[in-house]
């Protein structure tokens, strides 16, 4: 059987209306329902959660939302969406730790605590991690491996079940070009060892590691072949519908 391959779609602040947003969801949930071994999870802004909830037309496909309040009980935090509140809604993936939210002032120490919250509920907690810049002597590993250590500093060994690492170099979000495939297989085996240094072998095979920045339909092919990633985080391109649904067929023909 082929290992299955997990692509989340990171609609950030799209589309503008929800008759769009509607539109979008229908659409990934039909190719994602003739794709064999590709899971797509959809993840809307809050406001529009209710086009990616049904899960009717395709299996494949899951809901996910981008972030989460740090807080678990109900009370005084204007403008926070607690897990539970997304887990009644049927939401069974949560992103952590953003750049575009760390860049808005979470730290590691809130990105750990969202990932627990998030884990406790049992959802998935994809935490996104990622050097801002590159230097020939190597600092970026270490920046990269204290942010992957502090981030998932209140995750036990028991939840991991519920962890995904989203490997996203900040300078390729966003940009024109993905990181080449090479340089994603090197880094993504160093996200395995920072994994089998918490966590033991055993859990770190398990972990999806997926690549994230700049991804489209011309170069998810090379990602995954060549960068041996687990699956991809898809921002700018989830919503245009032409190139999101070619994408998803072209790694759904790939035999891994
Ligand atoms: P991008 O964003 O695909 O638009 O580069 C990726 C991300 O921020 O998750």
Same mark, same amino acid.
């Given at each position: ?39 797509? *999870? ?51 993936? %949560? ?61 036990? !060994? ?33 996200? !395995? ?13 398990? %972990? !999806? ?24 985080? *898809? ?22």
């Amino acid at each position: 059987m082929s290992k299955r391959i997990l692509v989340v779609a990171n609609w950030k602040m799209n589309p503008a209306t929800l008759e769009e947003a509607r539109n979008i969801a229908q659409k990934t949930r039909r190719i994602a329902s003739r794709l064999t071994h590709t899971d797509v *999870v959809i993840c809307p802004p809050n406001v529009f959660i209710s086009v990616g909830a049904s899960r009717t037309k395709s299996a494949n496909t899951y809901l996910g939302v981008q972030s989460v309040s740090p807080y678990v009980e109900e009370g005084p935090h204007t403008g926070e969406v607690g897990v539970h509140m997304l887990r009644d809604l049927g939401v069974e993936y %949560v992103i952590a730790g953003h750049s575009e939210e760390r860049a808005r002032g979470d730290t590691d120490a809130e990105v750990s605590k969202k990932v627990e919250v998030i884990v406790n509920e049992n959802i998935t907690a994809i935490v996104c991690v990622g050097e801002q810049t590159r230097d020939d002597g190597g600092a970026y590993l270490e920046t990269l491996s204290e942010q992957i250590r502090n981030s998932l500093a209140n995750i036990q !060994k028991r939840n991991t079940k519920n962890l995904v690492v989203a490997y996203e170099p900040i300078w390729a979000i966003g940009a024109k070009d993905a990181m080449n495939p090479e340089q994603i297989y090197e880094t993504s085996l160093f996200v !395995k060892k920072v994994l089998t240094d918490l966590f033991g072998q055993d859990v770190a095979m398990k %972990v !999806k590691v997926l690549y994230g920045g700049a991804v489209n339909a011309v170069n998810a092919s090379d990602i995954i072949k060549i960068g041996k990633v687990d699956g991809l985080l *898809v921002g700018r391109e989830s919503v245009h519908m032409s190139g999101f649904g070619e994408l998803l067929r072209i790694i759904d023909g790939i035999n891994l």
